[in-house]
């Protein structure tokens, strides 16, 4: 949660609520998943790790808000978080494109391309390692569990893929 | 050292405002023994440049090179001879002949090259053993399930021993099981050291290549290479998050 809120910061200084409204729109009927608070604990965590700084800005009718943006720490870790392939959950890797693409980070294609050739060198080794164990092992069980995983999620970045080209 | 090589390989449909460069200036290198999957979206391109490889289909420009021999100069007789002789294709349709049992399918093309009747029919029922189906040998292929088929035409494919097996989606019309045995399959043939160009959207058939080559309109777009050795089998289980 904290490397999708700094790189939703990426494109641009923003406050809790407008970060949480892009959040929504980007989860869709999914939004449930986000806690109401979710944002705001991320956000003050952030501040006292140094990854973004707060100003506060006045409005006439209503309290002052707080404005994040990105240090160069912050920016460093959003860099880092964009490169980095270790394949979480589906809905991180959405929320990264639609952030990178926001904030004009990366090229969204690219990165389902950088991701797709990590679970395919992924696939093969699992899928390799089946093919040595004795086709009745338990093991091969397990093996075949990771697999069609694996093989879902590559049908999904190849979903992604289409979506983005499209763009 | 290369066994099948394309130079700027280009392939053209149409003309003018509605001219569709299919294949667009693809240069491959296909070493012995090498497996290459071909991946992309439908209507990249990549059965087209699968078609070119084999002599399936002339090319608009560049150059196909099979075992030091310039295919895209070829007459129409000599490219079938080495169609025949040093490349064995698998379809997505299988395109075996109904009124031929497996076996009679498989000895075919060895038959048509000019192999004596006996040998044909020892290396027919030693591929069928080979793919597992030496007890269907006698069947039409009626008789037979898609994964069976498909098996057959492996085995039919690899008959005259050729330089390198052209796969054209060859487990688009099976269901997983069957897919899956296709799959071990092609992963000991690999491992014996046939050489395979594989054209797929299945990220399993894929994953049994070396190489893994993406096309997107027409050119190729990346490159992955699965040498293994890379996170370790461990993470894919999970274990270490909990």
Redesign the interface.
Known sequence: MQDVVLALLAKEPSHGYELRARLHEALGPLRDALNAGQVYVTLTRLEKAGMVSAEHVGQADRPDRKVYALTAEGQQRVRTWLADVSWGRPTEFHLKLIAAAAARLADPVELVDLQRRELLRRLADAQRAALTEPEDSAAVLLLEGVILRLEADLRWLDACAHHWETK | MTVLRAVRLRKEYGRDAGLVRAVDEVDLEVRPGETVAVVG?SGCGKSTLLHLLGGLERPTGGEVHLDGRRLDRMSETQLSGVRRKSLGFVFQAFHLVDELTARENVELPALLAGVPSRTARRRASALLERVGLADRAGHLPAALSGGQRQRVAVARALIGRPLVVLADEPTGNLDSAATAAV??LF??LRAEGQTLVIVTHD??I????DR?I?MRDGAL??E?R?N?G??G?G???GLESS
């Open positions: 979206p799959l071990r992963g000991s990220s399993r894929a994953a049994t290549a893994v993406t777009a990346g992955t699965l293994g890379g996170g089998l993470a894919l289980a």
